[in-house]
């Protein structure tokens, strides 16, 4: 989502005569695109942009903007621009539209503060995109959450559902079909909950539906999905596609009924397992990732260990984990804390365990051949270009960059980790 937004912003920003510059130092204007679903993040932002007072010193004239939802919070716009007076243009997400008047403005020497606080008005579905994915294009369904997770930020400086009308979301997949994007990835906080707001019998598995008939070879992704909402019919559609991946994105969080109840996730690990079973029923060769958090308040050694269960049942491709980071004026945060020294024992081993469970699973990719869409060079490795199998499994080969938008029948001959290494067996067209 924020490299989206990171992509309207380039986008905007070449509209009024700017391009990417290589370092602050060369730059014109410099814009922070901020997050705050954890204190980390919020922390390095922090750090980074005090870390320009010196360079706005001596080159007065650069322009500083900070955008994104740290901004929205409440109060934090105005924290921001207290912390750091040098900083010229503050935006809330939902003004990132302005970002260029106010540049335009600051170099005419009138910059002020803007910030829309109110949560509900989206500006960003005309702002030109500046794509800078690749053969990947990322296209907004919805904007906004209902959920109120306990721990959770983003209903709060996103505001609520808000879908955006399937004529519109389709005229964006034609349009960047046809500049040559051969994946697409829808997003959205809840996208199982597409449609539920337009009151038009409009839903996901429609939308999912209509995009994958379009003609042309492409690969359809989507994120995040809500196990909440996730449903078989989801499943059904993406199982008789022909070109939407096998690869879904479903956070668990907790293994613990318990803590997934004080989450106020809606589900139970049981209703969890049942998804998960239909989905590898009907397709055997999916790859399920998700996000796991540790350390929620209360969460026992019990608790803990039931999250590790999990992962040795569900046997997730791969997980994104976090550190539970207690987010002012959530439910949760008021909740008594668990100690640091638990919080990191516990994701040491979370990860430790995840790890070994993607290793396991990377070793069964050996000696098989996989369809990969060819996405970037591997900076890692000179001579080499990488891509993913429909599962999302990362695969590095052998290559050169012309071959950057190509799918290729790939043999994996090794895995190292969550990485998986092959030999081209056929090219698109041969
Ligand atoms: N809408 C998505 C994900 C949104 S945020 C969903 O419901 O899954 C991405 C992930 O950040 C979450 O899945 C959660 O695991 C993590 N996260 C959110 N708030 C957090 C917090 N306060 N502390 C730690 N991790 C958090
Ligand atoms: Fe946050 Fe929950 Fe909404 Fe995801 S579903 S954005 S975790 S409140």
């Given at each position: 989502m924020n490299v989206h937004e990171s992509e309207k912003i380039a986008g905007m920003l070449s509209d009024i005569g700017y391009d990417a510059a290589t370092s602050a130092e060369e730059a014109d204007v410099i814009v922070f695109n901020t997050c705050c679903i954890r204190d980390t993040a919020e922390k390095r932002a922090y750090g980074n942009i005090g870390a320009l007072k010196g360079l706005k010193k001596t080159n007065p004239e650069k322009i500083i903007a900070v955008v994104g939802c740290m901004t929205q919070?409440?109060?934090?716009?105005?924290?921001?621009?207290?912390?750091?007076?040098?900083?010229?243009?503050?935006?809330?997400?939902?003004?990132?539209?302005?970002?260029?008047?106010?540049?335009?403005?600051?170099?005419?020497?009138?910059?002020?503060?803007?910030?829309?606080?109110?949560?509900?008005?989206?500006?960003?579905?005309?702002?030109?995109?500046?794509?800078?994915?690749?053969?990947?294009?990322?296209?907004?369904?919805?904007?906004?959450?209902?959920?109120?997770?306990?721990?959770?930020?983003?209903?709060?400086?996103?505001?609520?559902?808000?879908?955006?009308?399937?004529?519109?979301?389709?005229?964006?997949?034609?349009?960047?079909?046809?500049?040559?994007?051969?994946?697409?990835?829808?997003?959205?906080?809840?996208?199982?909950?597409?449609?539920?707001?337009?009151?038009?019998?409009?839903?996901?598995?429609?939308?999912?539906?209509?995009?994958?008939?379009?003609?042309?070879?492409?690969?359809?992704?989507?994120?995040?999905?809500?196990?909440?909402?996730?449903?078989?019919?989801?499943?059904?559609?993406?199982?008789?596609?022909?070109?939407?991946?096998?690869?879904?994105?479903?956070?668990?969080?907790?293994?613990?009924?318990?803590?997934?109840?004080?989450?106020?996730?809606?589900?139970?690990?049981?209703?969890?397992?049942?998804?998960?079973?239909?989905?590898?029923?009907?397709?055997?060769?999916?790859?399920?990732?998700?996000?796991?958090?540790?350390?929620?308040?209360?969460?026992?050694?019990?608790?803990?260990?039931?999250?590790?269960?999990?992962?040795?049942?569900?046997?997730?491709?791969?997980?994104?984990?976090f550190v539970y980071s207690p987010r002012k004026g959530t439910p949760a945060a008021k909740m008594e804390q668990i100690p640091a020294d638990v919080k990191k024992s516990r994701i040491t081993r979370l990860v430790k365990l995840q790890n070994d469970v993607t290793k396991r699973l990377s070793d069964d990719y050996i000696g098989n051949v996989y369809e990969i869409l060819i996405e970037d060079v591997n900076p890692k490795y000179p001579g080499t270009v990488c891509g993913r199998t429909d599962s999302g499994r990362l695969v590095t080969v052998n290559g050169d960059p012309s071959l950057i938008g190509e799918f290729c029948d790939v043999k994996i001959t090794k895995s190292r980790s969550a990485s998986l290494f092959g030999e081209i067996v056929t090219k698109e067209n041969q």
């Open positions: 919070q409440k109060g934090g716009a105005e924290a921001l621009a207290a912390k750091f007076p040098f900083v010229d243009v503050i935006l809330g997400t939902n003004s990132l539209d302005m970002l260029p008047i106010l540049v335009q403005q600051k170099r005419a020497k009138t910059a002020r503060i803007v910030v829309n606080e109110d949560p509900t008005v989206d500006v960003s579905v005309d702002l030109p995109i500046h794509r800078t994915s690749g053969t990947n294009a990322w296209i907004n369904i919805m904007y906004g959450c209902n959920n109120f997770c306990t721990y959770c930020i983003v209903p709060y400086v996103r505001g609520r559902e808000r879908s955006r009308a399937i004529s519109e979301v389709l005229a964006d997949v034609k349009q960047v079909l046809s500049e040559g994007y051969k994946e697409i990835t829808l997003l959205g906080q809840n996208v199982d909950s597409y449609g539920s707001d337009l009151k038009d019998g409009t839903n996901f598995a429609a939308l999912l539906k209509e995009i994958s008939a379009l003609p042309g070879k492409f690969r359809l992704r989507f994120m995040t999905s809500h196990p909440k909402d996730f449903n078989k019919e989801v499943v059904d559609v993406i199982a008789s596609s022909r070109n939407i991946c096998h690869n879904i994105h479903l956070p668990i969080q907790s293994g613990s009924n318990e803590i997934l109840r004080r989450m106020n996730r809606k589900y139970t690990v049981e209703q969890y397992l049942d998804i998960v079973e239909y989905i590898k029923a009907k397709m055997p060769d999916v790859g399920i990732t998700s996000d796991i958090m540790i350390g929620f308040p209360g969460e026992t050694e019990e608790d803990f260990k039931a999250t590790c269960d999990l992962v040795e049942k569900v046997r997730f491709s791969n997980a994104f984990t």
